[in-house]
């Protein structure tokens, strides 16, 4: 008797001390092969998990885990100063079964052993993704040929086109990708980089004389991603996009939300994350051993420098010009990949004999009766300006993005 009760407290103990059991959830590391892992964070749709499609959703950085997203903009769960946990009742899986990924490897939980694992260009990144997605599905194989959308943000601009054209490229009919959404994402350099000026004056940051001094210099950061300087063009254009940014213009300032003033080295009181995810007790829930994690990795970061001033506009040309829906929204109030940026190039995105938004209206969207934006859309293309939302919508405007989420679904956006 007295060790049937030990073994039930026991197990109410381990069942008690984990904190994410109000949700529906799995989370581990899948294997892609000896020596390289990727960790996963599925968590179930609250409403019809049977039936309800898959939503990937990936941070940027390069380098910053998806756990930002999960414990900060659209997951099930905000964390407390004491490291509890609180319910967001507009979180993503609302509507959806939604996977967080950590990615490329060196990311948050994902490792690898061999450095030249390590992704350098959006190739590296989207094979060995593939390889996490055929795997992911035959480990859940009731999410096979289930309609899936793929969503993120930031540098996942450049991460998204090229996951979505490698799905097209392969066909496999078990991952059945409908549509990609890419929310202040950084995707054209060539294009977005002018439009710092633009938004700049816009909101005032900055006078006419800087304004032209950064218009000539942008020329410059043009013709070095032109001529494929890798590395070496992000140089120019930072300094230049620096020269905005910097103190004497404008102290403290806040590139993901012109509002608000920078607070520590990301601008956001986000160091909980890190404190909870590395507790042993949390690590152990979480099936990943014992490992240090970090919101952001510095060492993808390094590697994918030469990544950074890459066109990845055909990639989205193509994943359309293949049927899958793509949908492009900005935060209005975000400096670092501002909408003026996705305005421009979006506006260039082409088929055969024109653009896809050349000579839309805008037209406006409501949620509960206020104005929350405005967008344009031809055929199964979208662009959409949200209003007062920075850099990381759902966390500023969380029953806008659950809105923007079901129409982007339901194939309205």
Known sequence: MKVFLVFALLAFTALASDPFKTEDYDAGLIELEPGDEMFY????????????????????????????????????????????????????????????????LGTGFSK?????????????????????????????????????YITGESYAGHYIPAITAKIVEMDNPKINLISSAIGNGWVDPVLQYPQYTTFAVENELIGSFHAKVLDAGYWLCAKTIGIHLGAFAYIPCELLTNTILGNPINPRFNVYDIRKKCIGDGCYPMENLDIL???????????????????????????????????????????????????VYSGDKDFICNWRGGEAWTHAIGFEGGNYLEGEEYQQWTVDGEGAGEYKRSGSFTFLRIYD???????????????MLQKFINQEF
């Open 41 to 104: 964070w599925l968590v179930r749709s609250r409403k019809d998990p049977e039936n309800d499609p898959l939503v990937l959703w990936l941070n940027g950085g390069p380098g910053c885990a998806s756990e930002l997203g999960l414990f900060y903009e659209n997951g099930p769960w905000t964390i407390n100063d004491d490291l509890s946990l609180e319910t967001n009742e507009h979180s993503w899986n609302e509507i959806a079964n939604m996977i967080y990924v950590d990615q490329p």
């Open 112 to 148: 690898t052993n061999k450095p030249d694992h390590i992704a350098r260009n959006e190739k590296m990144v989207a094979d060995t993704f593939f390889v996490f997605l055929e795997k992911f599905v035959e480990k859940f194989p009731e999410f096979q040929g289930r309609p899936f």
């Open 277 to 327: 995810l590395n507790k042993p007790e949390i690590q152990q829930i979480l099936g990943v051993g014992k490992r240090f994690y970090s919101q952001c990795s510095k060492l993808p970061q390094l590697f994918m420098m030469g990544d950074h001033n890459r066109n990845l506009r055909p990639k989205v040309e193509y994943a359309l010009d293949n049927g899958v829906g793509i949908l």
């Open 389 to 403: 939302a920075g850099h990381m919508v759902p966390m500023d405007q969380p029953k806008r993005a659950l809105d």
